[in-house]
T-cell receptor
């Protein structure tokens, strides 16, 4: 049973606008969440993370929001750039468990 | 510092053949992982290792074997390849105390 879900397989956004990617999880024990970015023919690379003790973490154009009561997190990219076109994976883990559960990914296409 | 390297990049196997996917990391990471990614799906954990000589099953271990004789290397063995093993395989590593896994570029395997 998939514990991390990304229900939107794809997202198309105009350059300069905001991209919002959503992720839901079912295991209330998860206490650390990550977003990975993947280009074609490459491995995923770490983008941003958030601990369950926070509700927001920001890194440049990327912000992750966590709503523990709703078991929901989102990634905001502002402003979106053509280089942001990639597949984004949401992942969750228990701290010190060292194993990740991944969502199916959302393909983001940034249009010029 | 090459990070995580995987060989080969691409391979075609016939049903029933066997092969070993190689993974090496030069970051002295304790933890290493093998994932497979099928189209439209997230990454599924096959096997992982917490250190040399110690391995354990992930979500989808059937049809695979691993060994960890050194800190650097974590090969994945496929015995009696089946079409269901057609996938992209990613190796990853992580240092104890961190939560971010570093991924290799992947091996694309086609079983016909």
């Amino acid at each position: 049973d998939q514990q991390v879900k990304q229900n939107s397989p794809s997202l198309s956004v105009q350059e300069g606008r905001i991209s919002i990617l959503n992720c839901d999880y079912t295991n209330s024990m998860f206490d650390y969440f990550l977003w990975y970015k993947k280009y074609p023919a490459e491995g995923p690379t770490f983008l941003i993370s958030i601990s369950s003790i926070k509700d927001k973490n920001e890194d440049g154009r990327f912000t992750v929001f966590l709503n523990k009561s709703a078991k929901h997190l989102s990634l905001h990219i502002v402003p979106s750039q053509p280089g942001d076109s990639a597949v984004y994976f949401c992942a969750a883990t228990l701290l010190n468990d060292y194993k990740l559960s991944f969502g199916a990914g959302t393909t983001v296409t940034v249009r010029a | 510092n090459a990070g995580v390297t995987q060989t080969p990049k691409f391979r075609i196997l016939k049903i029933g053949q066997s092969m070993t996917l190689q993974c090496t990391q030069d970051m002295n990471h304790n933890y290493m992982y093998w994932y497979r990614q099928d189209p439209g799906m997230g990454l599924k954990l096959i096997y992982y290792s917490v250190g040399a000589g110690i391995t354990d099953k992930g979500e989808v271990p059937n049809g695979y074997n691993v060994s960890r004789s050194t800190t650097e290397d974590f090969p994945l063995r496929l015995e009696l390849a089946a079409p269901s093993q057609t996938s992209v395989y990613f190796c990853a590593s992580l240092s104890a105390g961190q939560e971010t896994q570093y991924f290799g570029p992947g091996t694309r395997l086609l079983v016909l």
